[in-house]
Nanobody, 121 residues
Framework: QVQLVESGGGLVQPGGSLRVSCTAS????????MSWVRQVPGKGLEWVSG????????YIADSVKCRFAISRDNGKNTLYLQMNSLTPEDTDLYYC??????????????WGQGTQVTVSS
């Protein structure tokens, strides 16, 4: 059974940084692309960033470009999202999700439960 568990969310002041993690189990982590998606209550999902199975190709949404960075450690079955220069508009529930294949251009089959990031003074 595939499980994705996010962690590292919390309260941070505007301009601050936070790194969220997603630890996977029940799968060969290094075989699949992964993405981060966020959701504001009452609004839709917004794709934030994706990374292919080896980490060689990384993609980032324009809204967070130059502030956020995705990475992965296949030896630790863990996906990361480093978030810098956070603003209140980044306040969201952040989910990691697993693609059905090696690239980000696949459907996403598994989702974590989310980790809340709140940016406020």
């Amino acid at each position: 059974q595939v499980q994705l568990v996010e962690s590292g969310g919390g309260l941070v002041q505007p301009g601050g940084s936070l790194r969220v993690s997603c630890t996977a189990s029940g799968l060969t982590f290094g075989s699949y692309a992964m993405s981060w998606v966020r959701q504001v209550p009452g609004k839709g999902l917004e794709w934030v960033s994706g990374i292919d199975h080896t980490g060689s190709n990384r993609y980032i949404a324009d809204s967070v470009k130059c502030r956020f960075a995705i990475s992965r450690d296949n030896g630790k079955n863990t996906l990361y999202l480093q978030m810098n220069s956070l603003t209140p508009e980044d306040t969201d529930l952040y989910y990691c999700c697993r693609a059905s294949g090696a690239t980000v251009y696949n459907e996403y089959d598994n989702w974590g439960q989310g980790t809340q990031v709140t940016v406020s003074s």
